[in-house]
């Protein structure tokens, strides 16, 4: 069974930080790039940062550039999503995914990713 777990949501004043946590199962996760999107309440689903698990190729949506870092342990079959210098317009639900990406410049498109976790509220109080 396919399973991405997500985790290290929660509350932090506006400038702190959060450290999300992507655990995979049930997949070959070398072969996949893994994927953090977010969606705030009335917004649409968004790319946040994309991880290729394969060569680790990294993308990252311009409003979080220089602010958050996506890595990847694949001997744990796990993405982190370090997110620094927080902002009340972070605040939203945080997702991972995982997609065969034949070109990363499609990182941020929703429909190229086959499997989704729950999701991790995040919450940036100002």
């Known amino acids: 069974e396919v399973q991405l777990v997500e985790s290290g949501g929660g509350l932090v004043q506006a400038g702190g930080s959060l450290r999300l946590y992507c655990a995979a199962s049930?997949?070959?996760?070398?072969?996949?790039?893994i994927g953090w999107f977010r969606q705030a309440p009335g917004k649409e689903r968004e790319g946040v940062s994309c991880?290729?698990?394969?060569?680790?190729?990294?993308y990252y949506a311009d409003s979080v550039k220089g602010r958050f870092t996506i890595s990847s342990d694949n001997a744990k079959n796990t993405v982190y999503l370090q997110m620094n210098s927080l902002k009340p317009e972070d605040t939203a639900v945080y997702y991972c995914?995982?997609?065969?990406?034949?070109?990363?410049?499609?990182?941020?498109?929703?429909?190229?990713?086959?499997?989704w976790g729950q999701g991790t509220q995040v919450t940036v109080s100002s």
């Open positions: 995914a995982a997609a065969h990406l034949s070109d990363g410049s499609s990182w941020y498109r929703l429909e190229e990713y086959d499997y």
């Open positions: 049930g997949f070959t996760f070398d072969d996949y790039a």
């Open positions: 991880i290729s698990s394969s060569d680790g190729s990294t």
